[in-house]
T-cell receptor, first 114, second 109 residues
């Protein structure tokens, strides 16, 4: 099992460009999450999907959109990248309910917006 | 009060020492808690779950104090390989998992 995979691993964008971060899990988990991690700020939840077909905003959703394509895949889109979106992005998944189960994380995408 | 608070450290300890971190939370309805470990530039990985009063796994002990609304992580006989950032996770508003900012541990020879 690959667990949670993310692509790309690194990306450099110019202000105003768009891109989609891809995430897939092979553990048949119901819940999936997108976080960003900035120095000194810890992990902050951008969007989550408690089950296939549903998505909800987290703590910092502005500037992002998500799609739960199927049970395996949960993508994060930046429509018009800004330097403030320079960060490390982690995708995670978990079985069962949102808070009662271990989250498994992907290796992260390191995004720089110039 | 922030939802989840941790002392960022760093905690700088010699090999063999015992070290403890605390994590305070504001949502009194929280039922399940977690400690994750994150190595530099890597993804977080689950270290321990804390569902009731506490949990022990080898050199690691996690405890929950509901009255004072904090969880703790105790590491005994510290190893060089324990050097990492330790993140606590608490259910926040709408039961969304909320991460603390992490506590940095450096174990030196």
């Amino acid at each position: 099992n690959a667990g949670v995979t993310q692509t790309p691993k690194f990306q450099v964008l110019k202000t105003g460009q768009s891109m989609t971060l891809q995430c897939a899990q092979d553990m048949n988990h119901n819940s999936m999450y997108w976080y960003r991690q900035d120095p000194g700020m810890g992990l902050r939840l951008i969007y989550y999907s408690a089950s296939e077909g549903t998505t909800d905003k987290g703590e910092v959703p502005n500037g992002y959109n998500v799609s739960r394509l199927n049970k395996r895949e949960f993508s994060l889109r930046l429509e018009s990248a800004a330097p403030s979106q320079t960060s490390v992005y982690f995708c995670a998944s978990s079985d069962g309910t949102l808070v009662s189960n271990e989250q498994f994380f992907g290796p992260g995408t390191r995004l720089t917006v110039l | 009060r922030k939802e989840v608070e941790q002392d960022p450290g760093p905690f700088n300890v010699p090999e063999g020492a015992t070290v403890a971190f605390n994590c305070t939370y504001s949502n009194s309805a929280s039922q399940s808690f977690f400690w994750y470990r994150q190595d530099c530039r890597k993804e977080p990985k689950l270290l321990m779950s804390v569902y009731s009063s506490g949990n022990e796994d080898g050199r690691f002990t996690a405890q929950l104090n509901r009255a004072s609304q904090y969880i703790s992580l105790l590491i005994r006989d510290s190893k060089l390989s324990d050097s990492a950032t330790y993140l606590c996770v608490v259910p926040g508003g709408s039961y969304i998992p909320t991460f603390g900012r992490g506590t940095s541990l450096i174990v030196h020879p």
